[in-house]
């Protein structure tokens, strides 16, 4: 049994040794309590620098460097990091995520019996700020909920936060891999929930997201233009049901419409009334 950890890396030196610490730690831990290997993928998608590794080997686990030849982006990089995994479990951390020493063996002990999937809590770090992901099992529970994700906003923080089963990871995932960097994770989601795979849950504070201005999330012009080649796709492959395509694109609409900022005040208050629907699924899903 093995565990394959997949990082895609971006001007990520800085980030290596903190990685490579983390998945030591865990990886001690899940060694002795279950004879589970883990592996190390490091995908280097920033072709102008080599990847300085903090340890080259390690008795607990081993490590392996892709290097894209170009700047693929993330989907195409965690992609070839998954082909390249032998592990029946995948994790896929950004580079700056942080995990407890105990991720490993709390969320394997999770979903070992049964399950394909489950997603932990943790921490968001803003300026100095904790503030819990979910803060009651309603909350959490939120993930298994697709019109959550389509009309109101993505209900898990980070793929860091999930154990995948490797055999779960949708094929059309994999074989459409989004160009423009955002909502990878997202269409991941959405192709999962389709199957009919529902999310397992795991309360325990496992997972750490320090938001920076170098998330995506923080800029929503990126991110809605990452959706809508999403939408593109999933239309043209029939991969999501126009229903649930046109909940989405409503969505985009609205949140350009509401957030920009050369629109009216006018028209804000025309676009919340014309989306009530909208207005109070993202209430419900905030404030539950």
């Keep these: ?14 980030y290596v040794k903190q990685l490579q610490k983390m998945v030591e730690a865990n990886a001690k831990i899940l060694k002795i309590k279950h004879d589970v290997d883990v592996e190390l993928i490091l995908v280097n998608d920033y072709p102008n620098e080599e990847i300085e590794l903090y340890e080259k080997t390690s008795k607990h686990y081993t490590v392996k460097v892709i290097m894209n030849s170009v700047n693929s982006g993330i989907h195409v990089s965690r ?39 489950v997603v ?29 994700y389509l ?3 993505n209900q898990i923080v980070s793929p860091g936060q999930c154990l995948i089963k490797k055999a779960a990871i949708p094929c059309a995932w994999i074989e459409n891999p989004l160009n423009k960097n955002g909502s990878d994770d997202l269409f991941l989601w959405l192709l999962i929930l389709n199957s009919g795979i529902r999310f397992k849950t795991n ?8 938001m920076t ?7 929503l012009k990126n991110m809605l233009s990452s959706d809508n080649e999403m939408l593109d796709i999933a239309a043209k492959n029939n991969l999501l049901s126009m229903n ?9 609409l609205f949140l350009k419409s509401t957030k920009g900022e050369k629109n009216s005040a006018l028209m804000k208050i025309f676009m919340y009334l014309k989306n009530i629907d909208i207005v109070l699924i993202k209430i419900v899903a905030y404030y539950i």
Excluded: P, W
């Design 151 to 153: 009309m109101a906003a």
């Design 244 to 252: 649930d395509i046109k909940k989405r694109r409503r969505l985009i």
């Design 213 to 219: 201005g170098e998330n995506l999330s923080d800029d």
């Design 1 to 14: 049994m093995m565990i394959s950890v997949i990082s895609t890396l971006y001007k990520g030196n800085k």
């Design 203 to 210: 309360r325990e504070q496992l997972y750490i997201h320090t």
């Design 120 to 148: 932990c809590n943790g921490i968001k770090e803003l300026h100095g700020v904790d503030k819990v992901i979910y803060h009651d099992k309603l909350k959490h529970n939120l993930v298994n909920c697709k019109e959550v």
């Design 79 to 117: 992609v070839k990091g998954i082909a390249a995994s032998v592990g029946e479990f995948i994790l896929i951390l950004d580079q700056d995520d942080k995990i407890k020493d105990v991720f490993l063996l709390s969320q394997y002990e999770k979903l070992r019996v049964h399950g394909d999937i």
